[in-house]
């Protein structure tokens, strides 16, 4: 769970999820800042054609770039793969670049990758992408590709992680109804219900309430 006020910035900084997840992430970060049309390479591996992306915005034609190592980079191996990428506007005929990266770059690095981009140029920093991310809108962003969510302190992730493993639980009860399985039930003590309980998955408790005669099953946590 986050515990400090600034998660997003550390887990972003400190990448460890590889390529295809951040190219995924880079695709939310420019969806969400107005670009559309999104057309994306190959985020789990081939050949690119130096893009990870083709998309639009203000009638314009864009490539994308993430760039997602893990821990910040010397300014120089940062410059040349914006470098690498940056050929990508001329290689595929298009009018910018939006250059996705989990860096810290100074005011001055920024003007200076601007002054070599050859074309249009979007640079989402890690500060950048640390303000976009933590929109109370991308709550499901945050949890999806960083495993928290910055507003509730985790919660957010917890409860979807308890809603799927409901939707786990609400087939297995219907299973069982189909099956009218019996064994391992335990009779409630003055009532008319079976019990059967269910522990230790991902710390949820839960219970199935069985009518005597087997026709209705339901969860009870």
Same mark, same amino acid.
């Given at each position: ?95 910018? @670049?939006?250059? !996705?990266?989990?860096? *810290?770059?100074?005011? +001055? $690095? ?9 074309? =249009? ?73 079976? @019990?059967?309980? !269910?522990?230790?998955? *991902?710390?949820?408790? +839960? $219970? ?9 099953? =339901?969860?009870?946590?």
């Amino acid at each position: 769970m986050a515990t400090r006020w600034d998660e997003t910035w550390h887990r972003l900084l400190m990448w460890t999820s590889g390529q295809g997840a951040s190219e995924r992430l880079a695709a939310q970060v420019v969806l969400s800042e107005g670009y559309g049309r999104f057309d994306p390479s190959h985020p789990l591996g081939g050949p690119d054609d130096k893009k990870d992306a083709v998309m639009r915005r203000d009638g314009m034609t864009w490539i994308m770039a993430a760039y997602f190592p893990r821990g910040q980079q010397a300014y120089k191996t940062i410059k040349r793969k914006f470098e690498l990428d940056a050929a990508g506007i001329v290689a595929n005929g298009v009018d910018g @670049i939006a250059f !996705v990266c989990n860096q *810290e770059l100074s005011p +001055a $690095q920024r003007a200076d990758l601007l002054a070599t981009a050859g074309g =249009e140029c979007d640079i989402y920093h890690l500060e950048r992408i640390v303000a976009i991310l933590d929109r109370p809108e991308m709550r499901a962003i945050r949890a999806q590709f960083l495993g928290f969510d910055s507003n509730d302190n985790g919660q957010a992730e917890l409860a979807l992680r308890r809603q799927l493993i409901r939707e786990r639980i609400d087939l297995f009860a219907g299973a069982i109804e189909w099956l009218a399985v019996k064994p391992k039930w335990r009779r409630n003590k003055d009532s008319k219900f079976f @019990i059967l309980e !269910v522990h230790g998955i *991902e710390g949820i408790y +839960a $219970q199935f309430m069985r009518e005597v005669d087997g026709v209705h099953v =339901e969860l009870v946590t």
